[in-house]
T-cell receptor, first 114, second 109 residues
């Protein structure tokens, strides 16, 4: 198993552009999380899903951010329009409720908004 | 409200010295506490969890409900322990897992 797969690994874009980050969780996992990592604030939970349904999106910064999980094997995090302060590493993680509940993280997407 | 506080952004110790990474939490019930570690060029991964009461790579962490703390300790630090450490909390009744700001541990030779 390749683990949680995120794409792209790096994204450089200009302010105002739409950015889409992608995540493929581990097969069979029923929870999926999106986190944002910055030097100042560490790891912030943005949103998490259970069985493809968003459970808690209280960490989503503002309306410019949206996340979807159309099926059990795919999720996207979209920023539209992007701003320089969105620059961060975005992590996706998945978990199995019956599997000890630990989170398995992807490699992250390094986003730079110029 | 759930909150995890790691007061030190950077901790630097000499090889062989004891190390303690502090973690305090705020939660009204009985949470589950975890330590995750991110080594250079590796994925963030679970180090240990309080319910297991285990020692991983020489690290231990005891949940102190009175002080609402879950400090990570190791009696003799090694250079390979240099990494970013995150304390995490999951509340009861759900799966929401929040993290502290992280502490970068640097073990000097």
């Amino acid at each position: 198993d390749a683990g949680v797969i995120q794409s792209p690994r790096h994204e450089v874009t200009e302010m105002g552009q739409e950015v889409t980050l992608r995540c493929k969780p581990i097969s069979g996992h029923d929870y999926l999380f999106w986190y944002r990592q910055t030097m100042m604030r560490g790891l912030e939970l943005l949103i998490y899903f259970n069985n493809n349904v968003p459970i808690d999106d209280s960490g989503m910064p503002e309306d410019r951010f949206s996340a979807k999980m159309p099926n059990a094997s795919f999720s996207t995090l979209k920023i539209q329009p992007s701003e320089p302060r969105d620059s961060a590493v975005y992590f996706c993680a998945s978990s199995l409720r019956q599997g000890g509940e630990k989170l398995f993280f992807g490699s992250g997407t390094q986003l730079s908004v110029l | 409200a759930q909150r995890v506080t790691q007061p030190e952004k950077l901790l630097s110790v000499f090889k062989g010295a004891p190390v303690e990474l502090k973690c305090n939490y705020s939660y009204s019930g009985s949470p589950e506490l975890f330590w995750y570690v991110q080594y250079s060029r590796q994925r963030l991964q679970l180090l240990l969890r309080h319910i297991s009461r285990e020692s991983i790579k020489g690290f231990t962490a005891d949940l102190n409900k009175g002080e609402t703390s879950f400090h990570l300790k190791k009696p003799f630090a090694q250079e390979e322990d240099s990494a970013m450490y995150y304390c995490a909390l999951r509340g009861t009744g759900g799966f929401k897992t929040i993290f502290g700001a992280g502490t970068r541990l640097f073990v000097k030779a």
